[in-house]
């Protein structure tokens, strides 16, 4: 029998992560998704600030499709007060994943000062920190955005500095890659950063590791980018509190590129692009039939005038607060959306009825339309109608805004399931 490899999700949302690698249901039956390998999600949360019941919905979608208490409904630092007073338990995991937002991630005390970090209130990178202090589990897999790398721009990188630093002082070796979605076959343009660790691990080298045995090199093969082909090599060091006092300081650039590995405190990144060659999934793939779509999906010709101002292109001259005058520049977005490519970015804003730049519009049998939420669902590939039991249509387009793809987790848990199985030969994807 497979070894199980057991899995804890943080800011699960709708379950994009558990989706992609402990996949879902039966062949043939509705919402069927194939697992990545022998994962098994045994712990989960979920939680939307400020509390109101009515902003859990995503939590509710959770537990719709994958059981009543599957997901625990609370906030994060809260539930780990109680893990520690011993009024809530995690059971074991091997895994902890989680797509985490991206705040200011900077420590308040020196290691010297105190026992451990201490982190602001409320920033999510220190729940997760926290859990790993308390259960140290083999493997780790988070999603960003990519601004992580860069951020904050008073001292470019810091915040992804002090999550590494953090991720050394405890024991793990990481790897890091922005992956575009659509450069490996999927239906959507969504560029973020997917963090990889393990602890108490043997990588070998930097460079091999990075390009050609890591995990994520494996799921989503690089090669050095033509553009800009410098390596940087650095160490880092086990103090965060240093981190937050002088990383980055005068730096117009993050010393961190869209890929690296850091093994025992050592860290190479590189400029890469991405190597594929296999079949391209398209917007137009995922368009229900005219028929589907509710009527207040089409857009009204009183409001077509609206829409081309804001998705065209703009060089005004506008007036600030303060009576300051400066010319607001934008290029164009396309309008309608071209459905033989992959969509662009979905955002939280995708739902309602008003002219947006941002969100997506198609033409069909003539006419132009928003999209629907079971094409967004499918963009994230979710099975189609994976949010819609209990759901208005605008919390739908939030959750998926909010959603990663389930593809890119998926083709990350093989290669990890196949090395935890002893299975050296994993090919690439």
Known sequence: ???TIKVAELFAGVGGFRLGLDGYGKPGEEFYKEPAGPFMTVWANQWEPMGQESKQFAWRCYE???G????VNEDIAKALDKVDAGEMTIPDFDMLVGGFPCQDYSVAKPLALSAGIEGHKGVLWWSINRLLEMRQPKYVLLENVDRLLKSPASQRGRDFAIILCCLNRL??????????????GMPQRRRRVYIYAEYNSDWGELDSRLFENGVLARAFPIQISERNRAHRYFEIGADPYEIT?????GDKVSVFANAGVMINGEILTARVDSVYSGPQRTLGEVLVPSSEVPPQYWIDDTKMESWRYLKG??????????????????????FPDNPELPSR?????????GASRTKHVVEQDGRLRRLVPDELDQLQMFPKGWTADGMTDGHRAFCMGNALVTDIPHRIGKVIAADDLGIRDCPKQ
């Open 171 to 184: 024991g793990y070796n990481v790897e890091w890659h922005v992956v575009n979605a659509a450069d490996y």
């Open 68 to 71: 009543e208490g599957s997901c």
């Open 345 to 353: 970015t979905i955002l939280t804003g995708e739902g309602g009825a």
């Open 245 to 249: 006092q002088t990383f980055g300081k």
């Open 64 to 66: 719709k499709r994958f």
């Open 1 to 3: 029998m497979s070894k």
């Open 313 to 334: 292109g703009k060089k005004e001259l506008r007036t600030a607060s303060n009576g300051f005058q400066y010319t607001y520049s934008e290029g164009p977005v396309a």
